[in-house]
Antibody, heavy 118, light 111 residues
């Protein structure tokens, strides 16, 4: 059974940093590109960042470029998102999502909540 | 990339059919057959219901169907059931292997 489990969310002060993790199981992690998608309260999902299967290629939404860094460790079946210079606009539930063969997100984690507040 | 446009709400009685639209541009919905739909119940993660405009993943009831005409994609839920009450989001490939645009979401109410 495919499972994705995010962790690392929590309360952080404005301007602070946080590192999210996503532990994958039930499939060959290195065979799939992975994305981070976030969802602010009451809003629709928003693409945040993407990483290729081997981690060599990374991409970011304009809203997080220069502040967030996506990475993966295929030996540990884990995806990461290092977030910096956090602001109120970054408050959301952050999901890791597996990219299926047809550009869709075929599996999602349960999400981890990031709250930015002083 | 601008968000895709969905109606904020839709409703129907049990057994009826409801169609939710998702309007984009020729750069996303109209340009590619890579529209997907997600169902989200409160407090839960989104679940893939339709991919490549009209294909259903294993386990998704055939009451859910998708289509596309020009820059507008649609999700139809037939034979509405109480458990279909949820938020629905569309998503489209937008010309890059990584860029995705989502719709703002439609809250489906089963009356």
């Amino acid at each position: 059974e495919v499972q994705l489990a995010e962790s690392g969310g929590g309360l952080v002060q404005p301007g602070g940093s946080l590192r999210l993790s996503c532990a994958a199981s039930g499939f060959t992690f290195s065979n799939f590109a992975m994305h981070w998608v976030r969802q602010a309260p009451g809003k629709g999902p928003e693409y945040v960042s993407a990483i290729s299967r081997n981690g060599a290629d990374t991409y970011y939404a304009n809203s997080v470029k220069g502040r967030f860094t996506i990475s993966r460790d295929n030996s540990k079946n884990t995806l990461y998102l290092q977030m910096g210079s956090l602001g109120a606009e970054d408050m959301a539930v952050y999901y890791c999502a597996r990219v299926g063969s047809s550009y869709s997100y075929d599996y999602w984690g349960q999400g981890t909540l990031v709250t930015v507040s002083s | 990339q601008s968000a895709l446009t969905q109606p904020p709400s839709a409703s129907g009685s049990p057994g009826q059919s409801v169609t939710i639209s998702c309007t984009g541009t020729s750069s996303d919905v109209g340009g590619y057959n890579y529209v997907s739909w997600y169902q989200q119940h409160p407090g839960k993660a989104p679940k893939l219901m339709i991919y490549e405009v009209s294909k259903r993943p294993s386990g998704v009831p055939d009451r859910f169907s998708g289509s596309k005409s020009g820059n507008t994609a649609s999700l139809t839920v037939s034979g509405l059931q109480a458990e279909d009450e949820a938020d629905y989001y569309c998503n489209s490939y937008a010309g890059s292997s990584t860029v995705r645009v989502f719709g703002g979401g439609t809250k489906l109410t089963v009356l």
